[in-house]
């Protein structure tokens, strides 16, 4: 089974099941989705005050939810799966504590969704999708207190990690389509502007597979008066 913890945002909650729908579809393993929501995380308590979602944090916590234990992914809510989640899965390395990708770019955009400010900082966006090595003994740092008393740079640039445990993942994983155009290899799409489900991301490149996979999302197949389907 793939644990698999999905940033959930209650402002954009579509973007949380379109992504997970596309998950199920894809993957050839079980798999358990947990959505990051806030409510939920009894042990924690959001303090920090510039966060333009409600799960830029709480990602952080996924190793005190696995009690440092095995392998878990956290991949954010604006994201859709193209591939099979399972494979991503396979390119664990136990040498490693954490694996992302290692983006290197300058954004496009000054701002991104509902306007919030769309900062350049070093390793932007390496945690958007991130294995987790739970049980790795550098982990065990990142305890619910760690986070809540930690700043967005010492966290998102793993900071408490020496760069060898850093493991790479290749850019198909997390691929940007708003940021770098359209990649029809592309494993994994990212919509870190903005989901198209906000009307000003809605013709985004490569939206129309968001929008197809939100109508997926909404499928019910319907009995006709004379009994077909």
Same mark, same amino acid.
């Given at each position: ?66 009690? #440092?234990?095995?392998? %878990? ?9 193209? @591939?099979?989640?399972? &494979?991503? /899965? ?14 290197? #770019?300058?954004?496009? %955009? ?9 900062? @350049?900082?070093?390793? &932007?966006? /390496? ?52 940021e770098f155009g359209e990649n029809q290899d592309a494993k994994l799409l990212h919509f870190t502007l903005g989901t198209p489900s906000f009307h000003e991301y809605a013709d985004a490149p490569m939206a129309s597979e968001w929008h197809r996979e939100n109508m997926l999302t909404q499928h019910c197949l319907q009995r006709e008066p004379d009994g077909s389907y």
């Amino acid at each position: 089974m793939i644990p698999i913890f999905v940033g959930f945002d209650p402002r954009e909650a579509i973007a949380f099941h379109v992504c997970a729908n596309s998950i199920i579809r894809k993957s050839t393993d079980v798999v358990a989705i947990s959505p990051l929501a806030l409510n939920n995380l009894r042990e924690y308590t959001e303090s920090h005050t510039d966060a333009s979602n409600e799960f830029v944090y709480s990602r952080f916590l996924v190793p005190h939810l696995m009690k #440092y234990e095995g392998w %878990a992914l956290f991949i954010d809510g604006d994201m859709i799966l193209r @591939d099979d989640i399972a &494979k991503l /899965w396979a390119l664990r390395d136990e040498s490693k504590a954490v694996m992302c990708v290692h983006h290197d #770019y300058k954004t496009k %955009a000054g701002t991104k969704y509902l306007g919030s400010v769309n900062q @350049d900082y070093p390793r &932007k966006n /390496w945690s958007s999708v991130v294995l987790w090595n739970c049980g790795h003994p550098k982990n065990s740092i990142v305890t619910p207190e760690f986070v809540a008393r930690s700043t967005g740079a010492q966290l998102h640039r793993f900071t408490w990690l020496d760069d060898s445990l850093i493991g790479k993942l290749p850019i198909e994983w997390n691929w940007l389509p708003d940021e770098f155009g359209e990649n029809q290899d592309a494993k994994l799409l990212h919509f870190t502007l903005g989901t198209p489900s906000f009307h000003e991301y809605a013709d985004a490149p490569m939206a129309s597979e968001w929008h197809r996979e939100n109508m997926l999302t909404q499928h019910c197949l319907q009995r006709e008066p004379d009994g077909s389907y």
